[in-house]
């Protein structure tokens, strides 16, 4: 089964974010789910996902290990934790281990990275609206955005000409490779 969302921003951003659920796990059955929702900035510099220390505090939860990080300010030991990650439209990655971190400039109490973010198909695009992010996991095709952009740079070189002449050049413009092969429908 499929599970996508979409978020669509105002303007053109300079940060992804988007609202999540942080779930600490159930050890028992009698055990009451515990959980905070906030906001996340997604992250594809990131080679996992991070917590901040006060989530840490608000779920009440244990590390599971340690671990060396690098980031922008350097190396650092920091705690893992396991936690259950449900992202816009209900879309889980339960078990997941994270680390934390004191805090984010952004403001966001957690970090996607490319452990959620490499599960799935990831998009970032805009238009004149404003920019939109979209997520689907799993995978549901390669993602190429080469083939659309030769066929609008195509239209456009060959706007002016008749329709001999415009089939004339798209076959020219396909053995040269200028343009993907034919799909066949």
Known sequence: ?????????????????????????????????????????????ATGSVITEKIVNILGLAPIGKVTVAGVHGEQEVNQYLVDIILMNNVRFPEIVVTSAKSFSSGCHALIGMDIIGAGDFAVSKNAKGSTM??????????????GSQEANFKEKTKGLNREQRRQAERDARKKGELPPRRNS
């Open 1 to 45: 089964m499929h599970n996508a969302f979409t978020v669509r921003y105002s303007g053109l951003v300079n940060q992804l974010l988007a609202e999540i659920k942080i779930i600490k796990p159930q050890l028992g059955p009698q055990d009451r789910p515990k959980f905070i929702q906030v906001k996340a900035i997604w992250d594809t510099g």
């Open 134 to 147: 979209s997520f689907v996991v799993p995978t549901i095709n390669e993602i190429d955005f080469v083939p």
